[in-house]
């Protein structure tokens, strides 16, 4: 199929610019995909399947025309690139100027790793999580593992190649006393095959069941959260939720552009304490987040988006860059091939510091220590979130006394990290789907600890 398209790519391209227009492109995806998941003590869901189909884009004036099918007859193919150019004609286009074909190279791959294999971490998983306490009273795990392989050609003569691969694991365990309910969450994988859980097979998967549970059955040991404005440590095993969230978006030079972003027009300028530094990657092997190519052929990069501080820049796509006169940074990303590329994070972190993470925690006398944060909302426009505390504690003459529930966090991304005053040398990674326009991207965020000077807690003691 690849080389059918290729041999009709330049007549497709050409049609798609017939009536004028800065850039052409053809998408072609392959996904096969298998998603096993287990309730109630069995397995309730297996969903396999295959999407293949071809995306046609046209950039004209700034703005895009964009259709996709599933029939790859020539004749459709041409039918929808003069309806996407309104117009018939030829346009003037390049070939040859660029050949990649890259993979994720992975040890196991998804075809080569058994379905009962498969079936059988989500039955170890249960039983652990299940065992752990009594309190235990249900039990959901979901594997999913993906293969992608992608095509794009466009009218700079660019042919590109990427072949993904992706495995995911997750836990969640509810716990009861009889009076309260707490859940509580665990997940592991990335942009890596089932060597995943190759060498350390029941060491992963009693890990990931046992964090869950072990979350859901504190929650229930835990004390009502208090309220008010602490000093506030955030576990390097929280993950980066904070800094994806309530920085990463303003950092996309969508909302940025369309003044949808507290960060807009700030370049050059101090955003953060100068012992922070944001870094979005989508080179670091093995993360959630990482491919070799974007979904517009363009490389994967890191990209230090604020430095000691200051703001250095904006992930761009393609016509985000094209407006600004600027080079893509290989942020482009869609959800598949119906749809459109949009700006999205890859793995996004905050650099690891010099501190020692038990030095952070001794020297806060009062404070709120956050080890796993749950679901939130976040404005771009402002920087205001708000975030669910799913494991916490209380920090009392510097050291972690008893587990708190029912907090939130509450505060403003710009101004958080304005008043980060530690950062560690530790850094945890976190792993995750984001949503945005209605599609979706996997993606890897992190942190190391660090401690921000004040932040309101939204308690219920």
Avoid at 41 to 59: F, Q, V, W, Y
Avoid at 117 to 137: E, G, S, V
Avoid at 138 to 167: A, F
Avoid at 358 to 379: C, P, R, S, W
């Amino acid at each position: 199929m690849k080389e059918y398209i290729r041999e009709k790519a330049p007549y497709i391209l050409s049609a798609l610019l017939g009536n004028g227009g800065e850039f052409a492109e053809i998408f072609f995806e392959d996904t096969k995909s298998l998603m096993l998941n287990l309730e109630n003590n069995k397995i309730e869901k297996i969903s396999n399947g295959i999407d293949t189909g071809i995306g046609l884009r046209l950039i004209k004036n700034g703005k895009t025309a964009y259709g996709y099918t599933s029939d790859f007859s020539f004749d459709n193919l041409m039918n929808l690139a003069k309806i996407l150019a309104k117009g018939e004609g030829e346009g003037k286009i390049q070939v040859g100027q660029k050949f990649a074909h890259t993979k994720i190279d992975v040890l196991i791959d998804p075809d080569q790793f058994g379905l009962q294999r498969k079936k059988d971490i989500l039955l170890r998983a249960n039983d652990i999580a299940r065992a752990y306490d009594p309190q235990i009273m249900q039990v959901s795990v979901t594997l999913r593992d993906t293969k992608r392989d992608v095509m794009i050609i466009n009218s700079l003569g660019e042919t590109v190649e990427d072949e993904q691969v992706r495995v995911v694991f997750f836990v969640e365990a509810v716990a009861t006393n009889g009076e309260i309910l707490y859940r509580g969450y665990e997940s592991t994988g990335g942009a890596i095959g089932y060597e995943l859980f190759n060498e350390d097979y029941v060491n992963v998967i009693d890990y990931v069941a046992t964090k869950a549970a072990e979350r859901a059955v504190l929650g229930l040991k835990a004390k009502p959260a208090p309220a008010g404005k602490f000093p506030i440590v955030i576990s390097s095993e929280a993950g980066g939720t904070m800094v994806h969230e309530a920085v990463g978006h303003g950092l996309e030079a969508d909302l940025v552009q369309q003044g949808l972003s507290v960060y807009a027009g700030r370049v050059g300028e101090k955003v953060a304490s100068e012992l922070v530094t944001v870094i979005d990657d989508g080179t670091i092997y093995g993360k959630n987040g990482t491919f070799n190519f974007d979904d517009e052929g363009v490389p994967a990069q890191k990209k230090v988006l604020i430095e000691n501080g200051y703001l250095k820049g904006y992930m761009y796509d393609r016509l985000r860059a094209m407006i600004e006169g600027k080079k893509s940074t290989g942020n482009g990303r869609r959800d598949g091939y119906q749809h459109v590329p949009i700006v999205r994070m890859t793995n996004t972190f905050i650099a690891a510091g010099k501190d020692n993470p038990h030095d952070i925690l001794a020297d806060t006398k009062e404070g709120i220590y956050v080890v796993k944060m749950g679901g939130g909302q976040v404005n771009t426009v402002n920087g205001d979130f708000v975030f669910e505390i799913m494991e916490g504690y209380k920090i009392e003459n510097g050291e972690i006394t008893y587990p708190i529930r029912g907090a939130s966090l509450i505060g403003n991304g710009p101004k958080a990290l304005q008043d980060i005053d530690a950062v560690g040398y530790d850094l945890g990674w976190a792993i995750g789907t984001c949503g945005k326009s209605g599609q979706r991207a996997p993606v890897s965020d992190a942190q190391p600890t660090v401690r921000i000077k004040e932040m309101t807690i939204g308690g219920t003691e």
